[in-house]
């Protein structure tokens, strides 16, 4: 067993001690863990590679962990299966998919028996932040309510955020992490009778009259309800580029899943597409796993994430290119090295200003689109649905919380026949906060004074969060105008306690402390990544806010906070410093150095990928475009391109995309026809009921 690819100590998450089973692999005997699915086994292994398309040989492997593709089918027992979504079992014989799978051979016909049907006020479809929220909200009204997710544990992506949330401590548990957020909100639920969890099930269809099917524990059942909440989150977008179709290639959702859910490393060195919120939190999370990240490139100016994320990972060594996009993605069957280059002010690649990396993994976190699907249908049908969280509208999990909640208490109100809006007027504007993007970045408001003990907020951009002015002992931290966006300040008089640096999420607070010597005064700086170990008499190269290096110091002392999975790491420095020291660099910059020459592929931009099921370029799609062709369903028709097994999750975005490139209006372009099914199953799964 590759053991290098387990995560055997992390920083922040406990490492349990699974039983061990053995599996097959294309008849090699391996092991895995108890209850892990067979994509994370094979991983954990050392295997990328599940198979070959059969259109064109290429390598597929592992893209969303989510059961949005089928990139990572492989044959399981005789049959073709999702490996992200099936767990792996003793002695299961595993095979790589080679081409199309061959369908299994049924000696007798089905057996047809009656479906069970279940009746229930409310249906929450999905079991993340938003689902969970609103439940609690319904289970407080004693509402009959069906909560379902096609996981084997609730909480959705806390369960993968390994760091702490940003927002409200009073509305979304700022200052707390994810996967404990996770398991709160978890706890409360199952305090509720009137809540029922309906774990591994998987929502398929709204159907015409009104009732919903949904596949448990591969059993088929129809549910009833009065009215649905769609929860169910969102799916990542992807991006056209040559090589796009190389193993390798993952989603973020995907690499937090393997990374933070399942403690299997799938790479050894890293680059991140994407410098939003979720493609900077990635970075940090595979510095906690003990990988490379050897850079992060974002087409704006500017990182569209909270500016302390981006200056975090730019502090600990990772280097940030903005203005810049992925050219194509180099290898034969996998990824092993990616080439970007600078956009100018048209967003046109700058010749001349190629670099070349080598990687092992490319990770696209370029956005994401919210599962409307459930939404439509139950509008179509004439169900009252409403949506929450990333289903509704894409935003931090603090906001999806937040208006959970709210959607809880709505439903709850209209189930009841209440008249009266039980919704106060300050939860939609506090909703608004949480949702809000990133403000204005102010300059520094640091004190005058060199005497005594305070912190410098390196916090300088205006973001919904609050942590550090609720825990302040003597009310020392506030924002000027009381808001949740403001930036916060320092004015007061500090006791040098460090409750802020700890609870911080973007770990931007440090402490200058003159009290034991004025002219080389004692800074304290949080640290979470222990899995680069610091000790004393450590010698670290410190930098300012934006990475600028200030010198290399030694540090004097380490605290250790257990419960907090943190430690303050302090240095003796010059005064002339102090107030300017944001963090240390732990990654050595050797890692991110380019190649002498950069790799160009002779492969056009047309050449990418748009339909990774069926192989259809960007070059095809676009020469039916310039023939006039502007109806997706016509353009599926000729390419196949949306008749793969996702269902067009995928190639629908990119293709209006290309309908936008050739200057096509939006409300000429006729939409594509969605499949009946949101999920693929198979057929024997309808009669509830097996071959008999």
């Not at 999905?126 to 996981?151: C, F, H, R, W, Y």
């Not at 890293?270 to 510095?287: E, M, R, T």
């Not at 004190?447 to 003597?474: A, D, R, S, Y």
């Not at 906070?561 to 790491?569: A, C, E, G, L």
């Amino acid at each position: 067993m590759a053991d290098s690819n387990r995560i055997a100590i992390h920083p922040i998450l406990p490492v349990p001690d699974k039983k061990e089973i053995y599996f097959y692999w294309n008849g090699q005997k391996m092991q895995a863990k108890c209850g892990e699915t067979i994509a994370s086994a094979l991983i954990a292994n050392g295997i990328s590679v599940f198979g070959h398309h059969h259109k064109d040989g290429s390598a597929q492997g592992i893209f969303c962990a989510n059961g949005q593709c089928s990139q990572c089918s492989v044959i399981a027992n005789g049959l073709a299966v999702k490996s992200c979504m099936t767990a792996v079992s003793e002695n299961m014989i595993v095979q790589s998919l080679e081409g199309l799978p061959v369908l299994p051979a049924v000696d007798n016909p089905l057996s047809f028996e009656p479906l069970e049907q279940i009746d229930t006020d409310v249906l929450i479809i999905g079991g993340g932040p938003a689902g969970l929220s609103a439940a609690i909200e319904l289970g407080k009204q004693n509402i009959p309510t069906l909560v379902i997710d096609d996981k084997n544990a609730l909480g959705g992506k806390l369960v993968l955020q390994t760091h702490k949330f940003f927002g409200s401590q009073a509305d979304s548990s700022a200052g707390t992490r994810g996967i404990d957020i996770g398991k709160n909100l978890a706890a409360e639920i199952a305090t509720y009778s009137s809540v029922d969890i309906w774990l591994n099930s998987t929502a398929v269809f709204v159907f015409s009259d009104k009732k919903v099917g949904v596949l448990k524990d591969g059993v088929y059942k129809i549910v009833q309800p009065k009215r649905i909440l769609n929860a169910a989150g969102a799916r990542e977008k992807f991006l056209r580029f040559p090589g796009n179709n190389l193993a390798g290639i993952y989603g973020a959702g995907a690499f937090q899943t393997l990374v933070n859910r399942d403690l299997v490393r799938p790479t050894q060195r890293l680059f991140i597409i994407g410098g939003g919120n979720v493609g900077l939190i990635a970075g940090y999370h595979s510095l906690q796993a003990g990988i490379d990240v050897v850079g992060l490139a974002e087409a704006m100016p500017v990182c569209g994430g909270y500016k302390v994320h981006s200056d975090k990972l730019k502090r600990f060594g990772v280097p940030i290119y903005t203005s810049h996009t992925i050219l194509c993605a180099n290898g034969d069957d996998t990824v092993e090295s990616i080439t970007i280059a600078e956009l100018d002010k048209n967003f046109q690649p700058v010749k001349g200003t190629e670099k070349t990396f080598t990687c092992d993994t490319i990770l696209i976190a370029v956005g994401l689109n919210p599962l409307s699907e459930f939404t439509l249908e139950a509008e179509a049908a004439g169900l009252p649905i409403d949506a929450a969280g990333d289903a509704l509208e894409i935003a931090e999990a603090s906001s999806a919380m937040f208006n959970g909640k709210i959607a809880g208490v709505k439903i709850a109100s209209i189930l009841k026949g209440e008249k009266k809006n039980p919704i106060p007027d300050d939860w939609f504007i506090k909703a608004e906060e949480l949702k809000s993007a990133p403000g204005k970045t102010n300059n520094y408001n640091t004190p005058e004074k060199e005497e005594g003990v305070f912190p410098i907020l390196h916090c300088l951009q205006e973001i919904p969060c609050n942590p550090c002015t609720t825990v302040c002992p003597t009310n020392s931290i506030h924002t000027e105008d009381g808001s949740l966006t403001a930036v916060p300040v320092y004015t007061g008089s500090c006791i040098g306690c460090g409750k802020c640096l700890l609870i911080c999420p973007g770990l931007a607070i440090t402490l200058v402390d003159y009290r034991k010597d004025k002219e080389n005064p004692t800074i304290s700086i949080v640290y979470e990544v222990s899995n680069y170990p610091v000790k004393v008499g450590d010698n670290k190269i410190l930098n300012d806010i934006n990475a600028k290096e200030l010198g290399k110091y030694a540090i004097t002392a380490v605290q250790d906070f257990p419960k907090q999975h943190t430690q303050i790491v302090k240095f003796k420095v010059p005064k002339a410093i102090a107030k300017k020291v944001a963090g240390f660099q732990i990654q050595d910059a050797n890692v991110s150095a380019p190649l002498t020459k950069p790799v160009l592929l002779e492969k056009t931009a047309d050449e990418a990928m748009v339909c990774l099921c069926e192989r259809v370029t960007a070059g095809e799609v676009r020469a039916l475009i310039r023939k006039g062709i502007t109806d997706m369903n016509l353009i599926k028709s000729i390419t196949r391109a949306g008749m793969g097994p996702c269902g067009s999750k995928t190639c629908e975005v990119l293709i209006k995309g290309l309908l936008r490139e050739e200057g096509i209006p939006e409300k000429e372009i006729a939409p594509i026809t969605k499949r009946p099914l949101f999920i693929e199953i198979p057929l024997e799964k309808f009669p509830n009921g097996s071959a008999k």
